[in-house]
């Protein structure tokens, strides 16, 4: 669109300009990365459908993608099990009722924790309380 000097634009072609000019300034959402926040890195997803970038065994729960992996996990009484951080970022794993307080966990960090008796515990990742998981011990 060409301005000529001494003519005035319409409402439309002055609405046309501004979304032009928006446009430009902020570039097409086709393609663009989100902009994460300062304090909270975006969760980075893998090609294969955001699954976790290590598959978990039997007894392991992956921390990947801001997420625990599996959400749920069945055990018996006396397993072991460990989490393992994937992410580039710190979690914790915290179950303030049944004594589950893992220290700070960086990049390719475990925590264990042997369940001696039945029930179903809760966790949370104290950094990021949104991500909750549970471990249920049976007999």
């Known amino acids: 669109m060409r301005l000529i000097p001494?003519?005035?634009l319409t409402v439309a072609a002055a609405g046309a300009v501004a979304a032009l000019v928006l446009l430009s300034?902020?570039?097409s959402s086709k393609g663009a990365a989100a902009t994460p926040m300062p304090s909270?890195?975006?969760?980075?997803?893998?090609?294969?459908?955001?699954?976790?970038?290590?598959?978990?065994?039997?007894?392991?729960?992956?921390?990947?993608n801001f997420a625990f992996a599996p959400a749920t996990l069945s055990v018996t009484t006396g397993t072991t099990v460990t989490w393992t951080n994937r992410d580039q970022v710190a979690h914790t794993v915290s179950d303030t009722q049944d004594g589950i307080a893992s220290p700070v966990l960086n990049q390719s960090q475990t925590y264990s924790f042997k369940f001696t008796k039945p029930g179903t515990y809760h966790y949370i990742c104290t950094i990021h309380p949104f991500m909750h998981g549970t471990v249920i011990v049976t007999v």
């Open 6 to 8: 001494g003519k005035r």
């Open 25 to 27: 300034a902020c570039g």
């Open 40 to 64: 909270m890195p975006m969760p980075t997803m893998s090609t294969a459908g955001g699954t976790p970038s290590a598959p978990a065994t039997a007894n392991t729960i992956n921390i990947s």
